[in-house]
């Protein structure tokens, strides 16, 4: 399955775009070589063909751009935006709600050894038996939960995004309105989830916490990569909608493999599960939101939810580098592991996008649809299937292959390799 996840990842979703920003992922990369494997070029044609290549790369660019720069600004018309204002009181009424008073919040403290409650035996102990049950979670888990905790340490880079949101921002960090106490609300909740993990593993002893701290730096330095319009609130809440869901599947997955039927770690189940739960919260939140613009505007939801699948939907970590591979070359390794040790799959992709096309009624939109619109809904109710269908030809030509495991070290685990399947 470690293949099918990569290949599917890599294939399912083609997105050669001309003049890719440095980091980003080009899937297309044509090449000619000789017979001894040296690149050969053609030196009486090669002027001609790299003017005419660089042109047509270049318009191809500039076509791109213009039709995003549109895409974006299709959802910025006043009459769109007012759609957001009007929401504020029911945002107000249905969303906020799902936000926990602090007062009433779980804390890292709460469920790691605390040296003030315990006093310095009672601390030491309990560290120990920490550690004894984190010596039993197999490696792939581990570098799985690294990424999971980089993800959620990378906290500043989210609200960020959704302050660039037309509308729903906070504008001045804080501002009153119902908008912007949900965006801090979130991330105050958010900020706990990096916090207890990363406490976790420093007193499991089984992680080598520099390097992983410097990953930590390199992503936030680094930035996250969104496929649309930035300033869209459209498409911002569909692409948010996803990654919670996501987020509360990799923690609950990863809550079930180390607990009482895995391996047998309580202290990390407990705080996965307990992460998982908050992520459902804010899912649900999302979940509402984007619901509500549904309703409001049809057309616009289910196009701007077609964008992002199109152009695919990323973890946070897409540009997480562990300072041996950069870029997606890292990213793709991930990919695998955790789909080999089951913290999140391409199933669990397409079951995400299965769960949305349901919750909001995609399927049976009809009224207000354009005919980009229809097109949108018609291209999203078939992708799951189309999903499906790739994942089950990579998984043959894998049996066909017998691709041999890759032993790939990881710096997080002190240099251990995990083995995994590439294409």
Request: aromatic share 8%.
């Amino acid at each position: 399955m470690a293949l099918a996840a990569t290949c599917l990842f890599r294939f399912g979703y083609p997105s050669c775009k001309p003049n890719p920003p440095a980091g980003a992922w080009c899937y297309c990369n044509p090449r000619t070589t000789a017979g001894n494997g040296v690149l050969e070029i053609n030196r009486s044609s090669w002027s001609s063909t790299a003017a005419a290549r660089a042109e047509t790369v270049a318009g191809a660019g500039r076509r791109q751009d213009k039709k995003d720069e549109d895409e974006c600004a299709s959802y910025l018309v006043p009459e769109r935006l007012e759609v957001l204002r009007e929401m504020e009181p029911w945002v107000e009424e249905h969303v906020l709600p799902l936000l926990k008073p602090v007062e009433e919040s779980w804390q890292p403290s709460d469920m790691l050894p605390d040296p003030a409650a315990l006093g310095s035996d009672g601390f030491h102990a309990a560290c120990l038996d920490l550690r004894v049950g984190a010596a039993g979670v197999p490696d792939e888990l581990l570098v799985c939960l690294v990424a999971n905790m980089v993800t959620e340490e990378a906290l500043p880079t989210y609200p960020s995004g959704l302050n660039r949101l037309e509308v729903v921002r906070d504008a001045t960090g804080a501002d009153a309105t119902a908008w912007a106490r949900w965006i801090r609300g979130w991330s105050a909740e958010e900020n706990r989830h990096g916090d207890v993990l990363n406490r976790y593993m420093h007193l499991s002893g089984r992680f080598d916490m520099r390097e992983v701290e410097r990953t930590v730096q390199r992503l936030i330095h680094d930035g996250m990569s969104f496929p649309g319009p930035v300033t869209s609130p459209f498409h911002g809440f569909v692409y948010v909608t996803f990654q919670e869901r996501a987020t509360a599947i990799a923690h609950g997955n990863t809550a079930r493999l180390v607990g009482a039927r895995g391996a047998g770690d309580a202290t990390l189940s407990r705080i996965c599960g307990t992460i998982a739960a908050d992520e459902k919260r804010h899912e649900v939140a999302y979940t509402r939101i984007m619901g509500k613009l549904f309703e409001a505007d049809p057309d616009a939801a289910v196009r701007a939810m077609a964008y992002l699948m199109r152009h695919r939907i990323d973890m946070p970590t897409a540009f997480i580098n562990d300072g041996r591979h950069s870029g997606r070359n890292f990213y793709d390794r991930f990919i695998a592991i955790a789909q080999q040790a089951g913290t999140y799959t391409i199933s669990d992709y397409r079951g995400i996008l299965e769960h949305l096309i349901r919750q909001w009624g995609v399927e049976e939109l009809a009224a207000g649809l354009s005919g980009e619109g229809r097109h949108a809904r018609d291209y999203l109710c078939a992708l799951p299937s189309k999903i499906k269908r790739m994942e089950e030809v990579v998984l043959e030509r894998a049996v066909k292959a017998k691709n041999k495991p890759t032993p790939i070290p990881i710096n997080w685990i002190f240099d251990r390799t995990i083995s995994v399947i590439l294409p």
